[in-house]
């Protein structure tokens, strides 16, 4: 911990709309489980957001330098952990993705290991020294995000192993990925994809299929964006009474279809005004990765926005039936501990960058 870091150079605007945004996402757990069997939600959703408070200003603390020197250890860490659920985790609905803690919590690895890999991946690539990008360090890359990404398939969760890939693409973009690399990987994922699909769980290839026919099974695997897009479209301009979610035709309102949920009750203003929070928030965490003290920082701030990114793309697209369902969760607005947790630590990493702008 370094003595000269000052919390004037915190970035209080950053975190006053991040707050905003888990407000509404409270006040819309509130509304959606209201009169359900998951009443009371938002109270822990709070007490979430007030620990993840807390661990993102631990984490501003620890210099980050000190975390890139020792990330070999923590990328271990990592391994084991994933491997200790699929081991020991606790089997629910058909996957591994949870271990159990004392108090009747889970923990849910995959999500910290995110924080990993961004270390990990800007450690790499801030030790390259701007040299042109080899095919021994794309497969490097690859291989740092790719072995961790390939466990959390087997547990299996499709969701959670995609938003492994942002931070791979980040990396290899901003350490000078050429054009021809770029079109073999392509290539390459495309003549893959035949040998992927039977490797799918059936309820995977259900969804995918649903994705791409939406009205040949509404009342199966469609079920669940059809209800999401009639969600959507009867919130109109200024909202309505959110039939679609009190009336629980909408699914799990409070965690993957919050976004609709919003949506119904608040209308196209609201949804848009929740986009544009997400918006600001991004360009805050852009301009604090131009501002970086070295290379290093810059990518471990563009990590932390490719994964924030793709997390509100699939998301919000998901919802709207641009995307296939894969449970990816809202940032910030979804109910869960381990998803709160993950966005503020990465938080507390950038604020941890931006913090030693101007220390020598």
């Not at 890139?68 to 993705?97: C, E, N, P, T």
């Not at 087997?154 to 770029?182: C, E, I, N, R």
């Not at 073999?184 to 490797?199: E, G, I, K, R, S």
Request: charge should be positive.
């Amino acid at each position: 911990m370094s003595r000269y870091v000052s919390y004037r150079d915190f970035d209080w605007l950053l975190l006053i709309f991040v707050l905003m945004i888990c407000g509404l996402g409270v006040m819309e757990i509130h509304s959606a489980t209201v009169h359900t069997k998951f009443a009371g939600a938002h109270v822990r959703q709070i007490y979430w957001v007030l620990g993840g408070v807390g661990a993102m200003f631990l984490m501003s603390l620890v210099n980050y330098q000190i975390l890139l020197d020792r990330i070999h250890w923590f990328y271990i860490a990592a391994v084991a952990s994933l491997m200790g659920v699929l081991l020991f985790g606790q089997k629910y609905l058909g996957a591994r993705r949870w271990i159990k803690m004392p108090g009747g919590n889970h923990f849910q690895p995959s999500e910290w290991v995110k924080l990993i890999l961004i270390l990990a991946v800007a450690k790499y690539f801030a030790e390259m020294h701007q040299r042109d990008l080899s095919w021994s360090d794309f497969m490097k890359a690859g291989a740092i995000v790719g072995i961790p990404m390939l466990m959390v398939l087997a547990q299996p969760d499709l969701g959670t192993s995609l938003t492994y890939l942002p931070v791979a693409l980040m990396g290899l973009f901003l350490g000078g990925l050429h054009w021809k690399q770029a079109a073999l990987v392509v290539f390459l994922a495309a003549l893959c994809m035949p040998v992927a699909w039977h490797h799918l769980k059936d309820y995977q290839k259900a969804r995918l299929a649903s994705f791409l026919e939406p009205d040949a099974d509404p009342q199966g695997s469609g079920y669940q964006v059809e209800q999401s897009k009639i969600a959507v479209g009867s919130g109109g301009i200024w909202g309505g009474k959110g039939s679609q979610t009190h009336g629980a035709f909408l699914p799990v309102p409070q965690t993957d279809f919050i976004f609709a949920a919003f949506a119904e009750e608040h209308g196209f203003v609201g949804a848009l005004g929740v986009l544009l929070l997400y918006f600001i928030v991004l360009m805050r965490l852009t301009q604090n990765a131009q501002t970086a003290p070295d290379r290093a920082g810059t990518f471990v701030v563009m990590g932390v926005v490719a994964v924030l990114s793709f997390h509100i793309l699939v998301n919000v697209g998901m919802v709207v039936g641009f995307m296939p369902v894969t449970g990816i969760p809202l940032p910030l607005m979804s109910y869960g501990g381990s998803s709160v947790l993950f966005m503020f630590l990465a938080l507390g990493m950038v604020m941890n960058v931006r913090m030693r702008r101007f220390v020598n």
